[in-house]
């Protein structure tokens, strides 16, 4: 395999100029693929943009956690989200990303976690209403609103349903991004490209939702705990401009019900292609659950629907890169790393190495049974460090939850067992197209 030297750190080799952009814009997944089969640190470069890939979990760790003030999410990430929300907990770093995260952590308590138990279960079980036996579902637009509706209730302590069809809509606007080459994808999103003024209507979308959310909310925020009422008064008081108002709004509307719903449809899709766990998840709700929504304190009992959704977002995590930029020079895997370097580190390839997994293409929840003595940042779906994801609890929960209530109900089976899930990359791996399922009586 042709291969390009950056010091003693060898990729795949690339064109003049150009370097990788062509082979990672024809398909990354395969991409990354390639540039594991060279070690743990690993050079190539888009856009005319350097990047190294890192794999080994030790040095994950060093990235996201141990060492993490060494590095940032860059320009490079920011130029992704920025358009679309703006500087949220997301995009944000230093005292202002401080600042913002421990205004939103009480809404993320334990205490307050379990308080949206029912909520989630209920808006599972309004899914299993609307269904037909024996008609098929595209089961990633169904998980989509029921995650919506559940972090809408949740945490804006409203329900949303009458926008749930104008927030479906303009994410698929919003990810017509990912459809664009990446040379087109590369330039600033002022540019009137196709994929860009249609992304720009998908974001005007998501606006419009968001302030009907706060003039409806505004005369009624005072003494109430939840996200949306905690943000105005934030707001109202002078602690925040409008701005950072609207940029938390839109991350955890988007950002926290997308890769949830991602999640679900994946396990579904799993346990469609795997019969036999498909089966065990059956027995162990019905035996736990007796037919009734699982409340928090059968949670704790539901050991292989956790190991399901473990070994789910470990095949497919919804995430499945995350990008820093280093701000000083750093050794990653014996090599020194240059300042301003990017560093891209997928989760996609280091979940699937065979040196931390068995059979590490195979569906296989017992894997996650016994301890193991695989290193810890060998499974990161919700990234690591000072910034993992917030709402980490509320999204394993919530899948849990949904996916034990419909389950009760339904047998999912794939509509066209022949057909593959293709997957378009975007900020989250998403599918191609729509999966289709068909749901059986139990």
């Known amino acids: 395999m042709a291969s390009v030297d950056t010091g003693e750190l060898r990729g795949p080799d690339g064109v003049p100029i150009l370097g990788n952009t062509f082979q990672f814009a024809r398909d990354p997944f395969g991409f990354y693929e390639e540039c594991a089969e060279f070690g743990d640190v690993v050079p190539y470069s888009v856009g005319r943009q350097q990047f190294y890939m890192v794999m080994h979990p030790d040095d994950v760790k060093r990235v996201l956690s141990t060492e993490h003030d060494s590095f940032r999410k860059g320009q490079f990430q920011r130029e992704q989200l920025d358009f ?11 005292d202002r990303w401080r600042e913002q995260r421990q205004r939103i952590q009480p809404s993320f308590s334990p205490e307050k976690i379990q308080s949206y138990v029912a909520t989630m279960t209920d808006c599972a079980t309004d899914a299993v209403e609307r269904w037909d036996a024996g008609e098929p579902v595209e ?27 104008t927030i479906s809509e303009a994410m ?57 009422s905690t943000l105005i008064v934030a707001h109202r008081n002078g602690e925040i401009p409008r701005e950072t108002l609207r940029d938390q709004l839109v991350t955890f509307l988007l950002a ?28 162990e709700l019905d035996a736990e659950l007796g037919g009734e929504p699982p409340g928090m304190s ?23 890169r995350v ?27 280091v979940h699937r190495d065979e040196r931390w997994y068995d059979d590490p293409e195979q569906f296989r929840p017992d894997r996650w049974t016994d301890d193991s003595d695989r290193p810890e940042y060998a499974y990161f779906p919700f990234g690591g460090g000072p910034r993992r994801c917030i709402g980490m609890r509320f999204a394993r929960m919530e899948a849990k939850l949904v996916l034990g209530t419909i389950a009760q109900t339904y047998e999912l089976h794939l509509a066209n067992p022949e057909r593959t899930l293709d997957l378009q990359p ?9 999966v289709e399922m068909v749901p059986r009586e139990r």
Do not use: C
């Open 172 to 228: 698929a606007d919003i990810g017509a991004l990912s459809e664009a080459t990446t040379m087109v994808a590369l330039l600033p999103t002022w540019v009137p490209t196709p994929w860009n003024r249609r992304a720009k209507r998908g974001v005007d979308a998501i606006d419009g939702v968001i302030d009907t959310l706060v003039a409806e909310r505004e005369g009624d925020a005072e003494g109430r705990d939840d996200l949306l």
């Open 426 to 434: 975007g900020v989250t791996a998403g599918p191609a197209d729509p």
């Open 298 to 320: 059968d949670l704790p009992n539901l050991s292989y629907t956790d190991r399901v959704v473990t070994e789910s977002m470990r095949l497919y995590p919804p995430v499945y």
């Open 139 to 165: 089961i990633d637009e169904e998980m989509r609103r029921v995650t919506v509706r559940i972090l809408a209730r949740s945490l804006f302590g409203t329900d949303i349903t009458e926008h749930v069809d």
């Open 84 to 94: 679309v929300l703006g500087e949220g907990l997301l995009t944000s770093e230093g």
């Open 323 to 349: 990008v820093r930029e280093a701000t000083e020079p750093v050794e990653l895997g014996g090599h020194t790393v240059e300042s301003g370097a990017k560093l891209t580190i997928p989760q996609w390839n």
């Open 256 to 283: 926290g019900h997308e890769t949830t719903s991602l999640a679900l449809t994946y396990t579904w899709y799993l346990l469609a292609r795997n019969p036999d766990a498909r089966e065990r998840l059956h027995a």
